[in-house]
């Protein structure tokens, strides 16, 4: 039997309900740890899990769909390779901002929270944008490495690469412009100023562009992999 074509609306759509799935998550759980306790890092921790354990799902749930990017840099990194068309990228890109704001005045409706807000959340300065730049080449460096090693394993590899990379970047791993642009939509635990957001967007696409770059590389076409006993 055939399968079915996933069709150019149904694709769109599995990216915007995506991302809105992730936001919130973001968002809201951001929300419940602030509230639940006064220590950072416990209020990080409780925001950090589910983000992880929402990307497996949404990843595994959407990615035959989709492919599951529910963020422009990975879009554009797939553009570049020629494995998505630049107009449907493009609705992907515009799906996933919009999804992702969504998200964010879902996040604040759960919590009887005014559902249109503006974040006041300082973000910015050298270290914050490195941090941007590494988070979003790493991300970029295991979903390729993981389609050319793991593809099976895909989703456990970017949930569990994002549940780390909130613990040892100093941005907490926003690594996603729609999402970036979602959280400036939120003034709570997860939010950042609306000012700060154009640096975090160029550091994670220069991030993504190194990712791919190197990645590419490491990966080119016909490099075997190692043998047991060289990897050992």
């Known amino acids: 039997m055939t399968a079915p074509v996933v069709t150019p609306c149904r694709r769109l759509a599995a990216e915007a309900i995506g991302t809105a799935a992730l936001v919130a998550t973001v ?15 416990v209020a990080l921790l409780g925001n950090t899990i589910p983000t992880g ?11 035959p769909l989709s492919g ?7 879009t554009g990194v797939f553009a570049l390779r020629g494995e998505i068309g630049w107009r449907l990228a493009l609705g992907y890109v515009v799906a996933q901002v919009a999804g992702g ?6 996040a604040h409706a759960m919590f009887d929270l005014p559902m249109l807000q503006i974040s006041q959340k300082l973000r910015t300065g050298g270290a914050q944008w490195l941090a941007e730049g590494v988070a ?25 690469y994002i549940t780390a990379a909130y613990w040892f970047t100093a941005s907490t791993s926003f690594a996603n412009p729609a999402v970036a642009i979602a ?12 000012a700060d957001v154009p640096a975090f ?27 047991p ?4």
């Open 53 to 63: 354990a929402i990307l497996v799902v949404l990843i595994t749930c959407l990615g």
């Open 101 to 106: 704001i969504c998200g964010s005045l879902l």
């Open 136 to 160: 979003s080449f790493g991300l970029v460096a295991v979903i390729l490495a993981g389609l050319r090693h793991r593809p099976a394993q895909i989703p456990m590899l970017v949930g569990l």
């Open 183 to 194: 959280r400036a939509f939120t003034d709570t635990f997860a939010g950042i100023r609306p």
């Open 229 to 232: 006993t060289e990897r050992a």
């Open 68 to 74: 599951a990017h529910f963020n422009p840099a990975v």
């Open 201 to 227: 967007i160029l550091s994670e696409i220069a991030g993504a562009l190194l990712g791919l770059g190197v990645a590419g590389w490491l990966l080119a076409p016909g490099t075997a992999a190692a043998p």
């Open 27 to 41: 968002v809201g759980s951001g929300i419940m740890a602030d509230a639940l306790s006064p220590d950072d890092a």
